[in-house]
């Protein structure tokens, strides 16, 4: 059974950081594309970050390049979504999606890719 799991969200301080997680299981990570998602009420859902399969090429959505850093730790068979100098417009639900895609060249074609399998979503709340 395919299945992602976010965790790592939580409060915290206008400029602080915080890590998410994205545990996959049941397929290997490292054959699949992931991105990471948001939305907040009222807003649409944003794509915000995607990495490719197997050569871990990245792409980030102008809101957050240079803050937000995603990787893959294929032995722990996991994605990551590093998140510093947060805002309090950074305040949403957080979503992890994976397919087993593979994209020719533009990279940033993944933040609006319709992905096949997600999370179920972590909370993130910057205070200012």
């Known amino acids: 059974e395919v299945q992602l799991v976010e965790s790592g969200g939580g409060l915290v301080q206008a400029g602080g950081s915080l890590r998410l997680s994205c545990a996959a299981s049941?397929?290997?990570?490292?054959?699949?594309?992931f991105g990471w998602f948001r939305q907040a009420p009222g807003k649409e859902r944003e794509g915000i970050a995607c990495?490719?399969?197997?050569?871990?090429?990245?792409f980030y959505a102008d809101s957050v390049k240079g803050r937000f850093t995603i990787a893959r730790d294929s032995a722990k068979n996991t994605v990551y979504l590093q998140m510093d100098s947060l805002k309090p417009e950074d305040t949403a639900v957080y979503y992890c999606?994976?397919?087993?895609?593979?994209?020719?060249?533009?990279?940033?074609?993944?933040?609006?890719?319709?992905?096949?399998?997600w999370g179920q979503g972590t909370q993130v709340t910057v205070s200012s």
């Open positions: 999606a994976a397919d087993r895609v593979v994209v020719a060249g533009y990279i940033g074609a993944l933040l609006t890719y319709d992905y096949d399998y």
């Open positions: 049941g397929f290997t990570a490292d054959d699949y594309a």
């Open positions: 990495i490719s399969a197997s050569e871990d090429s990245t």
